[in-house]
């Protein structure tokens, strides 16, 4: 049970109760950035990137974004709880080059999150979790730390602001590798899951936010046709 930290022991699949999640914002979406190529939304948690399985998971940011700006598509996406900045190319060639990008690691992306507990002095003020991921095929969508099989994943992560009275760290978080729920699983194995985390955080740490706790604060890249560095930042929400 040490990919779970923190976790009651699961009895079995069946027993384990549907996570529901509160119907996603109808707030209509204010462009962080749009020029003829790309075009970059600030998605709020409660709203999935691109559409789900089944007709009551159709609305999506993709969605809403097409309904204004037709020729765009996602090149990355973001968790459903998670909020912050998504970048979308803006016709085939735009699309093309900035996926590139994204593969190539040629992208800065700066996350914001609130971690359950108070890091220890001697646990530091920055570090890294270089834990390979794989997905827990028994509990999906979850995902879990994999010595044997997992994908390389490599999370930075530097304190911003220890909370003793809440009892909480506020951090800054960097994915070097883009895996599934890399930032929630990484940070529960340092022993600290973000707070309001329905997946990966146990009770007292699900109780402690409304929403998930993390904040897609900040994306670099350059132009994918004049190659002008850009950088957008969103301030987090909580």
Not at 125 to 142: H, I, K, Q, Y
Request: glycine share 8%; hydrophobic share 40%; charged share 20%.
């Amino acid at each position: 049970m040490g990919r779970y930290r923190g976790l009651p022991p699961p009895s079995a699949p069946s027993l384990c109760p549907p996570i529901v999640y509160a119907p996603p914002p109808a707030s209509p979406l204010r462009p962080v950035y749009e020029d003829a190529c790309l075009l970059v939304l600030d998605k709020p948690s409660g709203l999935l990137t691109v559409p789900g399985r089944g007709e009551a998971h159709q609305d999506c940011l993709l969605h809403r974004a097409q309904q204004r700006w037709p020729d765009a598509d996602v090149v990355h996406r973001l968790d459903l709880a998670t909020s912050g900045l998504v970048v979308f190319g803006r016709g085939e060639a735009a699309q093309a080059a900035l996926s590139a990008a994204f593969r190539a690691r040629a992208v800065s992306k700066r996350y914001e999150a609130v971690l359950h507990g108070v890091f220890s002095v001697e646990l530091g003020d920055a570090g890294e979790v270089g834990l390979p991921l794989g997905t827990d095929w028994d509990w999906r969508p979850m995902q879990k730390v994999d010595t044997e099989h997992g994908r390389p994943a490599l999370t930075r992560w530097r304190v911003l602001a220890r909370d003793a009275n809440r009892a909480c760290t506020r951090v800054e978080l960097e994915p070097v590798t883009g895996r599934s729920h890399q930032l929630r699983v990484h940070m529960l194995a340092l022993g600290h899951p973000i707070q309001g985390d329905p997946l990966y955080g146990p009770p007292e740490s699900q109780a402690a936010a409304p929403r998930l706790l993390l904040h897609a604060r900040s994306l670099a890249l350059d132009h994918p046709v004049t190659g002008q560095p850009l950088h957008w930042t969103s301030p987090p929400p909580f």
